[in-house]
């Protein structure tokens, strides 16, 4: 028993982590793929939780639910690809600030705050000295391997 627990806490954890890149990849990126794609993959780290919940369970109620969940994930696909396109052609654009131009008349535009000045001059790396002398390879180390 205490190696089904090990397993679901991996699984756990996986998920967890795809959900978790997931919602870091829609909150910090504007470009409309690309955020389908976070999407996606939240759904994905969800999916993998219910199918080990359902695992360790024995019931295979949570593998039927991401079998639904794989479903509607192609149909928001479809649906996401086509208004993608239909941006794409109106605007020229990905970004999902185009999308602004859809507001009700009574909304203000979003208007993302300034950019600071880049500076004058790129910083300065500081440089690491020499390690020394390469070492002396024998022609026997490179003309012949001693393991295949």
């Known amino acids: ?35 389908f794609l976070a999407v996606e993959m939240m759904l994905q780290g969800v999916s993998l939780s219910l199918v080990a919940w359902s695992r360790f369970h024995n019931d295979f109620g949570g593998q039927m639910l991401v079998i639904f969940i794989i479903a509607v994930a192609a149909a928001e696909a479809a649906v996401g690809l086509a208004l993608v396109l239909v941006l794409a052609r109106r605007s ?3 970004d999902i600030t185009v999308w602004q131009q859809l507001r009700e008349a009574n909304q203000p535009p979003f208007q993302d705050p300034p950019l600071p000045p880049e500076p004058a001059q790129p910083p300065a790396w500081p440089k690491l000295t020499p390690a020394g002398l390469q070492p002396e390879v024998l022609p026997q180390q490179t003309d012949y391997r001693p393991k295949v």
């Open 92 to 94: 020229g654009k990905l």
């Open 1 to 35: 028993m205490d190696s089904e627990l090990a397993l679901l806490n991996d699984y756990l954890i996986v998920g967890a982590l795809l959900f978790g890149i997931g919602m870091i990849g829609f909150v910090s990126r504007r470009n409309m793929i690309v955020m």
